[in-house]
């Protein structure tokens, strides 16, 4: 149970702990990509962890697999159904329902970062609690808000060093005009073929043919390379709007990899679906995915609202960037080395007026000698080493040491504030 021999409990099959150097990065890039979504104007939202199992039931679709297989659902003490949320969506159209958010100006724009959970078979880059990276855009139907979310997710990947792909597809509106008569002609090919399709699949045929595109199975994907598809039977308004979506992303340079097979996993999508692919993660390779849900709200009780939004796995995103994790200092700049009794006893006060300055300090709280302090220092990731003594204090001095080039000088303590932020 328990990698460690220390204690009884390892944590849940399919969470983790998010130790220090990586939770430093971690930390960085979740900062980085709430900072990225606010320059276009999404403010954060929080939600809680659980919201009423219905809210997910209606909200992502009872014939999606994370709503039908994955939810961790219970009742709690007072009998109500309650389940950890899945995905973020659908609580942030919740609670723009139940705040009213939507009655003021149009789009609502909320940004989210945070645990979600789902009973997935736990594999390299799947996890059953896992974290992901939103934005959501609520109230809008404008192909360019599409190509605006979109074009956020890539430049946060870029910025953080990220090589993806964008793989993106219109699903249409539900509408006979449009998807239901699709999946009609769709429903037709599978029948056609139920003999050659996997057990499994062929379950989907009457719940969620579309699914169909997803099959892990080789049988149903050999199937499906001639089965009809979606962009050949969209309506004209959705044609149009995939058109100028694309027109949209275009006109900022970005390239996209058209994909009519793309079908997203959550029942509330229409229109525009696209997922971000990178390199190096095995089957387990996308690293977000979004898209619009223009029937979200109504199916939440609310008004007619067309939203879009994205969520990016964080914990995929961490993997992919792999050993460059590991470069990231943390936020100490300097150490403090204490010899002897009066310098050990200024070590804290120097160090709390540093850290009120805003410059990260530390000070040896295990009496370790000298040799035992700078190793410590060097464990630290801090630059400098401050190093204070009985001549050193007689002066109003210290010898500040920088770790990585070894270079040293005496620097008066009053302007050492001043040296260490240089
Ligand atoms: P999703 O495609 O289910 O979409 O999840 C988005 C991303 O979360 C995935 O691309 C993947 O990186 C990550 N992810 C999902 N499941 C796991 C897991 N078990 N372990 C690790 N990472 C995982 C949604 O959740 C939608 N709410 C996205 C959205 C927002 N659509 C519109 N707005």
């Known amino acids: 149970m328990a990698k460690g021999t220390d204690t009884s409990f390892g944590a849940p099959k399919g ?7 990586e939770s430093w990065v971690w930390q960085e890039v979740v900062g980085y990509a709430m900072d990225s979504f606010a320059l276009a104007g999404y403010a954060p939202i929080e939600t809680p962890m659980f919201e009423h199992t219905e809210v997910f039931e209606r909200g992502v679709g009872s014939t999606s697999e994370v709503v039908g297989k994955q939810m961790y659902t219970f009742d709690d003490r ?7 949320r899945p995905e973020g969506t659908a609580p942030v159209v919740r609670a723009v329902l139940e705040h009213n958010l939507h009655r003021g100006a149009l789009p609502v724009k909320l940004s989210y970062e945070g645990p979600m959970f789902r009973q997935e078979r736990p594999q390299k880059g799947r996890y059953r609690q896992f974290y992901q990276l939103g934005i959501e855009a609520i109230g809008s139907d404008h192909p360019a808000v599409d ?4 074009e956020i997710a890539i430049r946060f990947y870029a910025g953080i060093g990220l090589d993806t792909s964008l793989k993106i597809n219109s ?11 699709y999946a009609k002609v769709l429903v037709g090919f599978l029948r056609d073929h139920t003999a050659e399709l996997a057990a499994e699949d062929r379950e989907r045929i009457d719940t969620n043919p579309m699914r169909t595109f997803d099959s892990k199975e080789k049988r149903t994907q050999e199937v499906m390379r001639a089965a009809p598809l979606i962009t050949d039977h969209l309506c004209d308004s959705c044609r149009d709007h995939y058109a100028s979506v694309k027109g949209h992303l275009d006109a900022v340079g970005i390239t996209c990899e058209e994909e009519p097979r793309l079908v997203r996993g959550l029942d509330y999508y229409t229109r525009t679906a696209f997922e971000f692919v990178a390199g190096g993660l095995g089957s387990q ?28 796995g964080l914990d995929r995103i961490m993997l992919s960037l792999g050993e460059r994790q590991a470069a990231t200092p943390g936020p100490v700049v300097a150490y403090i080395v204490a010899l002897g ?3 050990e006893r200024r070590a804290f006060p120097l160090a709390t007026s540093l850290r009120a300055a805003g410059i990260g300090a530390e000070f040896d709280v295990m009496g370790r000698g000298m ?32 770790l990585t080039s070894g270079d040293q000088e005496r620097c008066p303590l009053d302007r050492l504030e001043e040296r260490l932020k240089r």
Not at 15 to 21: A, E, F, K, S, Y
Not at 171 to 181: A, F, K, N, P, T
């Open 341 to 343: 009794d009066a310098a």
């Open 171 to 181: 699903i249409g509106h539900v509408d006979e005009s449009c998807r239901l008569g």
């Open 78 to 84: 007072g009998d109500r159904s309650l389940t950890l």
């Open 285 to 312: 390779d996308a690293v977000g995915g979004g898209g619009r849900y223009d029937g979200l709200a109504e199916v939440l009780g609310g008004p007619h609202l067309p939203g879009i939004g994205f969520a990016l």
């Open 15 to 21: 969470t983790r702990d998010i130790l220090p150097p």
């Open 147 to 150: 190509a605006e979310v979109i």
């Open 371 to 402: 040799k035992g302090q700078m190793k410590d220092a060097d464990r630290s990731g801090a630059r400098y080493a401050v190093i204070i003594g009985d001549e050193e204090l007689a002066t109003g001095e210290a010898t500040v040491k920088d």
